[in-house]
């Protein structure tokens, strides 16, 4: 034990206390620090969006009046709406952002099954700590799943592609989907800032789910109720929020803005 | 006690009752905002004034993921600002670097 307190001939075993004897801001050291790396990684998902709104800006906006109807092109940033508007087995209808509203609502709720696991976890209550960490592991799957699929759709374009001209070649020619340099929504920053900022996402959410899965083993052997409180579960329940707080602004600043 | 089962110490425990009506109510208002975000999504001509609204809408989400769910708001004071001060900042680093895309944009 190494956070004892000796008096004279009992020893006392004090939770509450860092090394010294104190509490810094009323929290367990775990759980500032875990506060602070989320800082970091805040200021981590700032640069990017930051830089999309400098990229976007420097980019001409799409203006009925000057470009006419919407079709996807290189002279203007495209309007996300027109980019993201397909769901599964729901082939060539038009649904703008609904699939990414389905995410999003996915998202909350695994947030809710793990703020539920945390509740729990305050109140001893091993087996719904199981049953809710168990929900916030498949919210995160679903997640990850729909992800892949809106990617998969991203880099594989639409049927009709678009018609460019190679700027060095002068050829004329059809492209699909996006990749890193190449675009067929827009100009090529748009997708290399996709495939960046909901990538980057896309890994937060994996390594949260890898940390649930781990803390759902530990909480399934009965290592927290030896231990006897649960807070390894309020620390990667810190975590699994952020990751939920991040995509409620890049669904704000990438799909609606 | 050969047949003794450690796990057992533990389950004679008593199990206190849930508290989750703040929770589920977060989410509702959580889901709420979302569907209304929707909504304007659909109905409101693209303007500053929309995008003012989208903004306004994901801090007030913000507030209860971070105030609720991550439960901030029942921290402590010198906690609350260590977290909150640094986010105010990189507002500034936003805005000062969508003023300089105007720019970028102005000079192409």
């Known amino acids: 034990m190494a956070a004892t307190v000796t008096t004279d001939s009992t020893e006392v075993f004090d939770k509450k206390s860092w090394m010294g004897g104190v509490e810094p801001m009323r929290v367990s050291y775990g759980k500032l620090m ?5 800082l970091s990684d805040t200021f981590t998902f700032s640069a990017l969006l930051v830089t999309y709104g400098l990229i976007r800006f420097s980019f001409p906006a799409y203006d009925p009046a000057v470009h006419g109807a919407f079709q996807f092109s290189d002279l203007y940033w495209p309007i996300p709406e027109k980019v993201y508007n397909s769901v599964p087995f729901l082939h060539g209808v038009d649904l703008p952002l609904v699939f990414v509203g389905i995410m999003t609502f996915i998202l909350i709720f ?3 099954t793990m703020v539920l696991a945390v509740e729990a976890g305050h109140r001893m209550d091993r087996a ?15 997640f990850l799943g729909c992800q892949a699929w809106e990617w998969s ?8 592609g678009r018609l460019i001209t190679d700027v060095l ?12 340099t190449e675009n067929e929504y827009g100009p090529a920053a748009f997708a290399d800032l996709f495939f960046f900022i ?7 959410v994996f390594s949260g789910v890898v940390l649930n899965i781990l803390i759902f083993y530990r909480t399934a052997t009965g290592l927290y109720a030896r231990r006897g409180h649960y807070e390894m579960v309020e620390k990667v329940g810190l975590y699994w929020h952020f990751v939920d707080l991040v995509w409620v602004f890049v669904f704000t600043f990438f799909y609606l803005v | 006690m050969a047949g003794h089962n450690y796990t057992h110490d533990h389950e004679e425990v008593e199990i206190a009752p849930p508290q989750t009506k703040a929770i589920w109510k977060t989410f509702y208002i959580l889901g709420a905002i979302t569907a209304l975000e929707f909504l ?10 929309k995008t003012s609204i989208f903004i306004g809408l994901t801090i007030v989400k913000a507030f209860y993921i971070v105030g609720e769910f991550m439960h901030l708001k029942h921290e402590v004071k010198s906690l609350i600002w260590a977290v ?12 000062a670097l969508l003023i300089e895309g105007e720019s970028i944009f102005m000079v192409r």
């Open chain 1, 198 to 204: 909901t990538g980057f996402h896309g890994t937060h």
């Open chain 1, 128 to 142: 719904s700590v199981e049953k809710y960490m168990l929900w916030t592991i498949i919210g995160g799957f679903a």
């Open chain 1, 169 to 180: 070649t002068g050829d004329v020619r059809t492209i699909f989907g996006a990749n890193l």
């Open chain 1, 34 to 38: 875990m506060w602070f790396f989320l």
């Open chain 2, 84 to 95: 909150l001060l640094p986010c105010m900042f990189v507002v500034w680093l936003l805005v």
């Open chain 2, 40 to 49: 304007i999504a659909f109905t409101i001509h693209t303007g500053p004034f």
């Open chain 1, 153 to 160: 759709h991203f880099i594989h374009g639409t049927e009709k």
């Open chain 1, 110 to 112: 695994s947030s809710v």
